[in-house]
């Protein structure tokens, strides 16, 4: 069965970037399925961030797409997340998670990131 | 950006009560509703996908039903471990958008 699993910097300074991996097992990231990054924050809730497909198209939440980019590597069976000049307003737990048919299934366990200096 | 509004935002109940938590939408989803569980620490969990198919391994006394606007999520004999938050999200449109959540407790 597919597991995920976020890894990444827990503290980012604010005007920083915030980068994030999510390492794929179970199956590979070069199947037909989308693979998605969802945030949950005590003040907005669970928030959509963007996806990325197995082949490498992107859509992203129109209230972060001019500071996100989410990335791909097949090799690695990996995908990423990057989201630039951050603010407190992006503290959060960031989950990874599999786009099957409008669902998010499975999630990885999430991963706390502090924008703080 | 469809919004969706659950109630209660939080319930108190009983071991073996049946509840009852809604969501509505601030438009017409057809069926593309979905609904988690979340307990403290974790990662939400798929329950219900497409408003009333119930994700395999999910106990059958938790059901959905809704079309439209309006949705419920109810489970039929409440157990010690069903006590969570619970979520539900659209998928009808980008962005996905989830509900505020219900926090299900004693």
């Known amino acids: 069965q597919v597991q995920l699993q976020e890894s990444g910097p827990g503290l980012v300074k604010p005007s920083g970037t915030l980068s994030l991996t999510c390492a794929v097992s179970?199956?590979?990231?070069?199947?037909?399925?989308?693979w998605s990054w969802v945030r949950q924050s005590p003040g907005k809730g669970l928030e959509w961030i963007g996806e990325i497909s197995h082949s490498g198209s992107t859509i992203y939440n129109p209230s972060l797409k001019s500071r996100l980019t989410i990335s791909e590597d097949k090799s690695k069976n990996k995908f990423s997340l990057k989201l630039i000049s951050v603010t407190a307003a992006d503290t959060a737990v960031y989950y990874c998670?599999?786009?099957?048919?409008?669902?998010?299934?499975?999630w990885g366990q999430g991963t706390l990131v502090t924008v703080s200096s | 950006d469809i919004q969706l509004t659950q109630s209660p935002s939080s319930l108190s109940a009983s071991v073996g009560d049946r509840v009852t938590i809604t969501c509505r939408a601030s438009q017409s989803i057809s069926s593309y509703l979905n609904w988690y569980q979340q307990k403290p620490g974790k990662a939400p969990k798929l329950l219900i996908y497409?408003?009333?198919n119930l994700q395999s391994g999910v106990p059958s006394r938790f059901s959905g039903s809704g079309y439209g606007t309006d949705f419920t999520l109810t489970i039929s004999s409440l157990q010690p471990e069903d006590f969570a938050t619970y979520y539900c999200?659209?998928?009808?449109?980008?962005?996905?958008?989830f509900g505020q959540g219900t926090r299900l407790e004693i």
């Open positions: 999200q659209q998928s009808y449109s980008t962005p996905a958008t």
């Open positions: 497409a408003a009333s």
């Open positions: 998670t599999r786009v099957l048919i409008g669902t998010f299934d499975p």
């Open positions: 179970g199956g590979s990231i070069s199947s037909s399925n989308w």
